[in-house]
């Protein structure tokens, strides 16, 4: 057994928290996302290094079997994984920072049981662990579930959800006291009711999330997120740690602002969120104001399309979810070079919630090698729109949706939504007229100045460069 001084050890923590703070810190921009994220997982090596010498470990064969495991599957993950499976990946890796801490504090109870007691701050932290870790792994499985399209990507709601949420939350709650009072005592049924906590939390998960409509899985995966911080917190008062408190409240904070962040794009209360039926879809017999949509949808070749892009001046592109699916990243940014070397000025609107997880076009634009400074917030470059002679549209739906300010009857009415429809010329990329995850028409592609130009997003992106070269 190797041991340090604890004073040693606590620096040595201290050290991997900075690393966070300033990691987290460099998160919250794209340029400099990739040191963020590599001096993350610089504080998370030297923490979990540093804690293989604490004076309580003694069974290093079974820490090495686990870090070799883990570190082959998550190689293993990271290289196999598309960029289209990326919000999927993101959900899981959110319910296993859950389930770890239900299973570190479930190791701990069963080491101490009654002496667990003996504290009552470790002991509601023990609890809160339990409940919030196996909530976020059962909750980030259906939401995996929902983005992989295994589970239905609409709302599933039954009657009396909410009321029977509350139930199994307080039923929850209310056994956690009893399994106190058990341990305090002769502990008898203490292992029952410890079945229960569990077992409620994990239907919690369930039904927590199996409201949410598909279309609101970005807030969802960030809130499961701030979930899987709280959780790590509560275990390191715990087991005492205080890097395990430090980093899970950081993660916790940051997923609950951005939560409130991405609410707030969507139009949407985190209450809301909370409590469940986030994203539900409207009744059926609704008005939604489908089916008395004014206008014509008209076509265009990627031929033709090029022929507007030549004498454009100004093109901003919105990307959405259909960019992720065609993998067309790439050949956006050959055509993002292809018009910028022709003098053409060129941006990028990333809405708050396009695609399936908080920054995904952000994510995929990166890896294209997209000069960060081309990119722009939505109320940074939403009053730019009306001064665009073209706006392509590629695989974007609701986040473009006039309804969301027109149509007092639309499900999405109030959510801010980018002002596409002001462009001179709006050319819209999709496969069909099929509906985006809210369900509803969108109202851009009967505009007088929308083009729907219909196919796989990276063929018709490479349509337009061919037909921008027979130009030459």
């Known amino acids: 057994m190797i041991n340090l001084p604890e004073g040693f050890i606590d620096i040595i923590y201290l050290i991997s928290v900075i690393a966070f703070v300033f990691g987290i810190k460099f998160l919250g921009s794209p340029k400099t996302a990739r040191r963020g994220n590599l001096l993350s997982m610089i504080g998370m090596a030297i923490g979990a290094t540093v804690s293989i010498f604490d004076e309580s470990v003694s069974r ?51 080491s101490k049981e009654s002496a667990i007691t003996d504290d009552m701050i470790v002991y509601v932290s023990m609890l809160l662990s339990f409940l919030i870790g196996m909530v976020t792994f059962t909750g980030s499985l259906v939401a995996a579930g929902k983005l992989q399209e295994i589970i239905t990507g609409r709302a599933v709601i039954f009657p009396l959800q909410k009321t029977l949420n509350l139930v199994m939350a307080i039923a929850a709650i209310v056994c956690g006291v009893l399994l106190y009072n058990e341990l305090s005592g002769s502990g008898s049924d203490a292992l029952l009711y410890f079945a229960i906590v569990s077992g409620l939390s994990a239907i919690l998960g369930v039904t927590l999330v199996i409201p949410i409509g598909g279309a609101d899985m970005p807030v969802v995966v960030s809130l499961l997120n701030s979930y899987s911080g709280i959780a790590v917190a509560m275990t390191g008062f715990v087991l005492g740690n205080n890097a395990l408190i430090v980093v899970g409240s950081l993660v916790g904070a940051s997923g609950m602002i951005l939560t409130n962040i991405m609410c707030k794009a969507m139009n949407r209360s985190l209450a809301n969120v909370l409590f469940g039926g986030f994203g539900a879809a409207p009744a059926a017999g609704t008005d939604t104001g489908a089916g008395q949509i004014q206008g014509t949808v008209k076509s265009m070749s990627a031929e033709e399309s090029a022929m507007l892009m030549d004498v454009a001046e100004t093109v901003i592109i919105v990307p959405g979810y259909g960019m992720a699916v065609s993998q067309a990243q790439h050949v956006v940014k050959k055509l993002t070079d292809y018009l910028m070397k022709k003098g053409t000025k060129v941006r990028f609107a990333i809405h708050p919630v396009a695609g399936r997880m908080p920054g995904h076009m952000n994510v995929l634009l990166a890896e294209a090698g997209v000069d960060y400074d081309l990119l722009a917030d939505m109320d940074q470059i939403n009053d730019d729109f009306i001064n665009t002679d073209i706006t392509i549209v590629i695989g974007a739906n609701d986040v473009v949706n006039p309804a969301a300010k027109e149509n007092p009857a639309s499900p999405i009415y109030g959510m801010p939504v980018l002002n ?42 490479e349509g337009f460069i061919s037909g921008l070269q027979e130009l030459e």
């Open 60 to 110: 290093y064969d079974l820490i090495a079997a686990g870090l070799v495991a883990s570190a082959v599957i998550g190689i293993v993950m990271a290289k196999t994984v598309k960029m289209t499976g990326m919000p999927q990946m993101v959900a899981l890796l959110n319910g296993f920072g859950g389930l770890s801490s239900y299973l570190v504090a479930s190791a701990e109870y069963f």
């Open 420 to 461: 596409v429809e002001q462009s001179k010329t709006v050319l819209v990329l999709k496969r069909s007229m099929n509906p985006g995850f809210a369900g509803i028409d969108n109202e851009l592609f009967y505009k007088d100045n929308t083009m729907m130009v219909f196919g796989d997003a990276k063929k018709t992106v």
